[in-house]
Each structure stands twice: as C-alpha cells, then as structure tokens.
C-alpha cells in the first residue's frame, strides 16, 4: 500500500504540468521564435502537414489517421501563434484553416464533416501559400 502512495505522489507533479495552458504570448509550437517570418511558419506547417494528404480532388478516399490529425493540430496551433501576422489580406483564409483544422484535429468528428473540412482547409492553405510567396 505504501508503494502505491508513493507512486502517486511521484507521479501527481508529471500529471499536473500535462495540464498547463500555453505559455502566455499563444505559444503552440516548440522551436519557434517571435521573430521568425510568420508567412515561413505557416507554409512550413501547411506543407508538413500535406505530406499526408493524397491528391487534391480525392478528399472522400483520405484516411484521417492520428499521424494526420497531429500536423493538422500543428497547423492550427501554428496559425493561432503567427496567423495575425500574414498579411491583412489573407486574414479571412487564415480564419477558415483555424475554424477548419479546429474540427480536422479530432478524431471524434464524423467522417462526411472531415471531408468537408478538408476541402475548405484546402482551399485556404492554398489561398496562403499563394499570398505568402
């Protein structure tokens, strides 16, 4: 009984620092800097995660998979932390990838919902690559 106290009591503080918010500024990302090109941030995101993607045109056959749905979190936290600083004009495609990847990072959203959030968050990221080259 007395190990098993003392496992707990041991483990309590790793559990606690899980549950921290983002450190205050909206940092999401490891590795990042203030000072870094936000428009660089974004397409790199963007870009890692379309690694995982098939061919635009086959959203219905995409496989929203936990490796998928990781770069697609990543996105969104990359574009909350430096999406303010693109360019105004790419501000309402900046709020359809957030919206968008809100829903495409959990693996609770039904399938048809996923489909048709990968369209809009396709159509978005292109729209930010294109305004940010």
Known sequence: M???????????????????????????????????????????????????????????????????????SEVRGITLQYGSRLPASLSPAVRTVQTATEGLARADVPRQRQVALLKRYRAAAGQIRTGCT
């Open 2 to 72: 007395l190990r098993r106290f003392a496992a707990i009591v041991l483990i309590l503080p790793a559990l606690a620092a899980c549950q921290q918010t983002p450190a205050p500024g909206g940092m999401y990302s490891t590795g990042g800097d203030t000072a870094d090109d936000p428009c660089a941030r974004v397409v790199s995101a963007i870009g890692y995660a379309g690694l995982l993607l098939g061919p635009e045109g086959s959203e219905q056959e995409q496989e929203f998979e936990d490796a998928l749905l990781g770069r697609l």
